[in-house]
């Protein structure tokens, strides 16, 4: 029975956020973190948005988008330098919290107009919903490969805040698990306010006080 994406959402994050989860985890093969479970939309509730797009046939607007799906957009923008992935961010109250990364949707477009170039490779594993945050799990592919955690705070359409966690793509891991392996699909739905409560414990149990 796999946990549902808000566990793998938080169990992903600090994972990725503590380097000493990844030397404890591991050791249980079949703990509630492994394999992760996740979502590409949060079950049946998931929210679609009208996107700007037009069909260049019809001139008619393509099909609404989940939140998920907007951000999938987003990132792909980074390996296709298309500038109308960034609309997907709020053009003035954007939030970005990675010093590296430029403010605002012309920044991001002018950001990845230029990273293209490279010929980057961008593959999002998964990406789910819990409430107004958007999960996004990427392989990138620059100079390196690197694992992305992502996490997208919407209102409305449009991302209006931004937090990352990037690592060079190691493993697999003692229990033979890599960095993105698992479900992709979330489970168990009606289990979210335990999964919460689980999470919660051990963020603060293990992370905090360290009751290994």
């Not at 980074?78 to 053009?91: L, R």
Request: net charge negative.
């Amino acid at each position: 029975m796999h946990r549902n994406c808000y566990v793998f959402g938080w169990a992903c994050l600090v994972y990725s956020s503590f380097p000493a989860c990844s030397a404890f985890l591991p050791q249980r093969p079949r703990s509630p973190f492994f394999p992760w479970s996740s979502s590409t939309a949060f079950g049946a509730t998931s929210t679609t948005y009208k996107t700007k797009d037009m069909s260049a046939t019809s001139g008619q607007e393509t099909e609404p988008l989940s939140r998920p799906d907007l951000v999938r957009k987003l990132l792909k923008g980074i390996e296709t330098g298309d500038p109308e992935a960034a609309s997907v961010v709020h053009p003035t109250t954007y939030i970005q919290h990675n010093p590296q990364t430029q403010e605002g949707g012309p920044g991001l477009a002018e950001l990845f107009a230029r990273i293209s170039k490279s010929n980057p490779r961008v593959n999002v594993v998964r990406a789910f919903e819990d409430g107004d945050y958007v999960f996004g799990h990427t392989e990138y592919d620059f100079s390196t490969r690197r694992i992305g955690f992502e996490v997208f705070r919407f209102e409305g359409s449009h991302a209006v805040e931004h937090w990352d966690n990037i690592q060079p793509r190691k493993g697999p891991n003692p229990s033979g698990h890599s960095m993105v392996d698992g479900p992709t699909e979330a489970s168990d739905l009606d289990q979210t306010e335990a999964n919460r409560n689980f999470v919660r414990s051990f963020v603060e149990e293990v992370l905090i006080k360290r009751d290994f």
